[in-house]
């Protein structure tokens, strides 16, 4: 028993850690090209302000790939089990499907308390130090005011075209001067171009080199040829925020308690925290879920081919997840109490998946 126990143990490990790594590289890249990928690309960050909004998103991705892999690891073992007649020959030796599964039972319950504890704790900090670390770098990089290949509006007399950023270094770039009847004025093209804020007055500021352009003066048109250029004002930066609000989200279990005692005491809404606070809570059951649903679904397949076990690891993790969505978008509904549907999708893969191991275990 003890042998069969460390084996399925094993494998289950095994397979969960490949599975794990697997979906958080793709949650991990899915953040990355949604919030930094225009910043990577123009070169406005180093490898160490990579490295660290990286490490800085795992815990977070890490509520959502952890219930992935295990769910996934749970089909793949035990369906090659089914299908290798190796159940059959466990249940032929009088070993219950109960005490078999025992271990993996308590790997997933194991798995959803660090799932509660990053979930509630480390995960919320970690975003919140992550979306603050992009927001420091936006106050502090005067480039990550205008986008690659785009025009760039600076109220009320310009607009700047740029080809191309590299670190603080515009390149190729147009500019276009408007009178206050919004009439072009003038027009300039650079080869290179450095974008600065000043501290104390928050002006933006942008100096030419290699320019060339026109003008129009008293009707006539000028053109005119500068080794370098400025600096010249665009404005004045509009956002003069120094701190970033921190969202519902990015609270831990300590905070959100905080948020929705002081709500009470001031009789506003409740719904949004107590939505956060119970989905953090209900995720982490996830785990423990997926593993109770998990393992009859696979016996029942009796299929060994890792495709079929990752599409039926997708079709679970959808219909969870759906729910939870679903139970999200009651947030405006509060009589309807949303943040007990959250606990929707636990309460039916555990229902549905003792139901099936109970019946597995008496051999219906």
């Known amino acids: 028993m003890k042998t069969l126990h460390f084996y399925l143990a094993k494998e289950v490990l095994a397979t969960m850690l490949m599975t794990v790594v697997v979906f958080t590289f793709v949650l991990l890249l899915g953040n990355l090209l949604k919030e930094i990928a225009a910043l990577m690309a123009s070169g406005q960050i180093s490898p160490i302000f990579l490295f660290k909004a990286i490490g800085l998103l795992i815990p977070f991705v890490l509520v959502y790939s952890l219930p992935m892999g295990m769910l996934t690891a749970t089909l793949l073992v035990f369906g090659r089990f089914s299908s290798d007649q190796e159940l059959t020959a466990a249940r032929a030796g009088g070993i219950s499907l ?27 900090q970690c975003r919140s130090a992550y979306k603050t670390m992009i927001f420091e770098h936006g106050l502090a990089t005067a480039s990550a005011l205008v986008q690659e290949k785009s025009y760039t509006d600076f109220p009320p007399n310009y607009r700047v075209y740029v080809n191309r950023i590299r670190s603080n270094t515009l390149h190729d770039v147009t500019i276009y001067q408007y009178d206050k009847n919004q009439k072009l004025k003038m027009r300039m093209n650079a080869d290179v171009a450095s974008l600065e804020i000043k501290p104390d007055t928050q002006q933006i500021l942008l100096t030419l080199r290699s320019v060339d352009g026109f003008e129009f003066d008293e009707g006539k048109e000028r053109t005119f040829v500068y080794s370098k250029y400025g600096p010249m004002t665009l404005g004045k930066k509009q956002n003069n925020k120094t701190q970033r609000s921190t969202k519902l989200k990015e609270l831990g279990f300590i905070e959100l308690r905080k948020h929705i005692n ?31 649903i998990g393992i009859p679904l696979a016996i029942r397949t009796q299929r060994r081919e890792t495709n079929i076990g990752i599409a039926m690891a997708l079709v679970l993790v959808t ?15 509060p009589a309807l109490v949303p943040h007990l549907w959250m606990w929707l999708p636990n309460f039916l893969f555990q229902v549905i998946g003792c139901v099936l191991l109970w019946k597995m275990n008496r051999g219906i």
């Open 98 to 124: 109960l005490s078999l599964t025992m271990p993996v039972l308590l790997i997933g319950a194991l798995m959803s308390l660090i799932c509660g504890w990053i979930n509630l704790q480390v995960g919320p």
């Open 262 to 292: 002081e709500a009470k005491k001031h009789g506003t809404d409740t719904t949004a925290a107590k939505i956060q606070l119970h989905q953090k809570f209900a995720f982490s059951f996830a785990c423990i879920g997926f593993t109770i």
């Open 319 to 333: 219909i969870y997840y759906g729910l939870i969505i679903l139970a999200q978008s009651l947030e405006s509904f």
